[in-house]
């Protein structure tokens, strides 16, 4: 009788050896890191013993190549990263549990992730040149000395959003990676304004958008593909508060937050603030790069039903990004004994600014207005708390709900659209008071 059990363990092995990275991604659908790839492919026993802690009896058994489980769960351990949540690992796409994002200005460390592709792999700044050309008087070439010499430097806080952020929540379930509450960060960015090297440049009358152009790989490996290339209205990209920016909370910018230069759009989607940034062209049309073009990044231009079919040429561009807030302090599912809890956050509200944010723990019956404090700058989120008094012992939700200067508050439930994007719905965390 033919062993296969055998016979598919050898195949296991043969599929190992040739190919470990794509035996590891069929199998398992996930890679190591380009480091710990490098690392495992010459990996001894003694090496792997090390990484996962302990000897190895069966080691004979182990493909070569192979990723002992235990280091793939241990993946979130990303170099410079902490406590972060990793969703997908090729792309690496990582977000921060909200009771990590307490701080009032986003810690590199906890500044989650979203790569479209694969990031590049040498991130040094000497020789890295920006190129400035399309429709400008005096195309440019500059090296990153030459934008820290020639523009004025700055430094802001902005807030950064993944347009997906919040996606998890969509019912029925939008495709695309399940981020929760996390993919926003406002970290202190340091760069000179995308206006400044734009006047530099000269913008001709016809330009209407920027084409923006990173090193970063497409996942096929094809070097004709680009992962992404987004871009923004003139007017949006003349905005005093975009920067082109070369440090991240005063240190180089982290590999994977697109080192060692980045555009940092404040208050639209995430994906216009191009990573690993090489190129800016400016266009006489509305760019129509990769991830920019047909649902991406889009929604219906009118209200739909939650599963609704929308026709492609109904879809529009997402801008701003719409009044949100988020609660840092408590940790959802808190037990406690105290009676009275700081209640605490942040808010933002794409090109707006917040003017209020309440919170209930009541289901929404009564709200207690919170202390809200003003922005460290345009573009950078707002800080509130409230002191929340518990009546008696039991369960109970905290709700948060952010109202910009204009008016426009967060709403209860998501508007449903089909690609899960600008999920703005209330914060919610359970409080056990026992
Ligand atoms: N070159 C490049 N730039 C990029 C991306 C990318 O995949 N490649 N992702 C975009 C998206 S979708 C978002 S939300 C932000 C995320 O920035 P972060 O990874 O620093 O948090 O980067 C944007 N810039
Ligand atoms: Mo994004």
Same mark, same amino acid.
């Given at each position: 009788?033919?062993?296969?059990?055998?016979?598919?363990?050898?195949?296991?092995?043969?599929?190992?050896?040739?190919?470990?990275?794509?035996?590891?991604?069929?199998?398992?659908?996930?890679?190591?890191?380009?480091?710990?790839?490098?690392?495992?492919?010459?990996?001894?026993? !003694?090496?792997?013993?090390?990484?996962? @802690?302990?000897?190895?009896?069966?080691?004979?058994?182990?493909?070569?190549?192979?990723?002992?489980?235990?280091?793939?769960?241990?993946? @979130?351990?990303?170099?410079? /990263?902490?406590?972060?949540?990793? $969703?997908?690992?090729?792309?690496?796409?990582? *977000?921060?549990?909200?009771?990590?994002?307490?701080?009032?200005?986003?810690?590199?460390?906890? +500044?989650?992730?979203?790569?479209?592709?694969?990031?590049?792999?040498?991130?040094?700044?000497?020789?890295?040149?920006?190129?400035?050309?399309?429709?400008?008087?005096?195309?440019?070439?500059?090296?990153?000395?030459?934008?820290?010499?020639?523009? *004025?430097?700055?430094?802001?806080?902005?807030?950064? *959003?993944?347009? @997906?952020?919040?996606?998890?929540?969509?019912?029925?379930?939008?495709?695309?990676?399940?981020?929760?509450?996390?993919?926003?960060?406002?970290?202190?960015?340091?760069?000179?304004?995308?206006?400044?090297?734009? %006047?530099?440049?000269?913008?001709?009358? /016809?330009?209407?958008?920027?084409?923006?152009?990173?090193?970063?790989? +497409?996942?096929?490996?094809?070097?004709?593909? $680009?992962?992404?290339?987004?871009?923004?209205?003139?007017?949006?990209?003349?905005?005093?508060?975009?920067?082109?920016?070369?440090?991240?909370?005063?240190?180089?910018?982290?590999?994977?937050?697109?080192a060692p230069l980045r555009l940092v759009i404040p208050g639209w989607p995430g994906s216009c603030s191009q990573k690993w940034l090489t190129r800016i062209q400016l266009r006489e049309v509305v760019h129509d790069g990769p991830k920019m073009t047909g649902t991406s990044y889009r929604v219906p231009e009118y209200p739909v039903a939650p599963g609704q079919e929308v026709p492609k040429e109904d879809f529009e561009i997402i801008e701003a990004m719409p009044? /949100?807030?988020?609660?840092?302090?408590?940790?959802?599912?808190?037990?406690?004994?105290?009676? $009275?809890?700081?209640?605490?956050?942040?808010?933002? !509200?794409?090109?707006? %600014?917040?003017?209020?944010?309440?919170?209930?723990?009541?289901?929404? *019956?009564?709200?207690?207005?919170?202390?809200?404090?003003?922005?460290?700058?345009?573009?950078?989120?707002?800080?509130? %708390?409230?002191?929340?008094?518990?009546?008696?012992?039991?369960?109970?939700?905290?709700?948060?709900?952010?109202?910009?200067?204009?008016?426009?508050?967060?709403?209860?439930?998501? !508007?449903?659209?089909? %690609?899960?994007?600008?999920?703005?719905?209330?914060?919610?965390?359970?409080?056990?008071?026992?």
């Amino acid at each position: 009788m033919p062993d296969d059990s055998r016979r598919a363990e050898r195949g296991l092995m043969e599929f190992y050896a040739d190919d470990p990275e794509g035996a590891e991604r069929r199998l398992f659908g996930r890679v190591p890191y380009p480091d710990r790839r490098g690392f495992l492919r010459g990996a001894g026993l !003694a090496a792997l013993s090390a990484a996962v @802690g302990a000897a190895i009896p069966f080691h004979r058994n182990m493909p070569s190549g192979f990723l002992p489980l235990a280091l793939a769960e241990s993946a @979130g351990a990303i170099p410079g /990263k902490d406590g972060l949540t990793v $969703l997908n690992d090729r792309p690496v796409n990582a *977000e921060t549990p909200a009771h990590l994002l307490d701080d009032r200005v986003t810690p590199t460390a906890r +500044h989650f992730i979203r790569n479209n592709g694969i990031a590049p792999e040498d991130t040094s700044p000497d020789g890295w040149m920006l190129t400035v050309d399309g429709l400008v008087t005096n195309p440019m070439e500059l090296s990153i000395d030459d934008l820290r010499s020639q523009f *004025e430097v700055v430094t802001e806080q902005l807030t950064l *959003e993944c347009g @997906g952020n919040g996606r998890a929540f969509f019912d029925p379930p939008a495709s695309g990676n399940q981020w929760t509450y996390g993919a926003v960060a406002s970290s202190n960015w340091t760069g000179v304004r995308l206006a400044d090297v734009l %006047k530099a440049a000269g913008v001709q009358d /016809k330009a209407i958008y920027t084409a923006h152009y990173g090193a970063d790989g +497409h996942l096929s490996g094809d070097p004709d593909k $680009l992962p992404i290339s987004r871009g923004v209205p003139i007017e949006k990209a003349m905005n005093p508060h975009n920067l082109i920016a070369f440090e991240m909370n005063g240190a180089p910018i982290h590999p994977m937050n697109g080192a060692p230069l980045r555009l940092v759009i404040p208050g639209w989607p995430g994906s216009c603030s191009q990573k690993w940034l090489t190129r800016i062209q400016l266009r006489e049309v509305v760019h129509d790069g990769p991830k920019m073009t047909g649902t991406s990044y889009r929604v219906p231009e009118y209200p739909v039903a939650p599963g609704q079919e929308v026709p492609k040429e109904d879809f529009e561009i997402i801008e701003a990004m719409p009044v /949100k807030s988020l609660i840092t302090s408590p940790a959802t599912g808190l037990e406690t004994s105290d009676r $009275l809890i700081e209640v605490r956050g942040h808010a933002w !509200a794409g090109d707006d %600014k917040v003017a209020k944010v309440e919170v209930t723990n009541d289901f929404g *019956e009564t709200w207690i207005e919170a202390e809200l404090e003003e922005p460290a700058n345009p573009y950078a989120w707002q800080h509130w %708390k409230a002191e929340v008094s518990f009546p008696e012992h039991g369960y109970y939700e905290v709700w948060a709900r952010a109202t910009t200067d204009t008016g426009v508050m967060q709403p209860f439930a998501i !508007a449903w659209n089909p %690609k899960g994007y600008l999920n703005n719905s209330m914060h919610r965390v359970s409080v056990r008071v026992s």
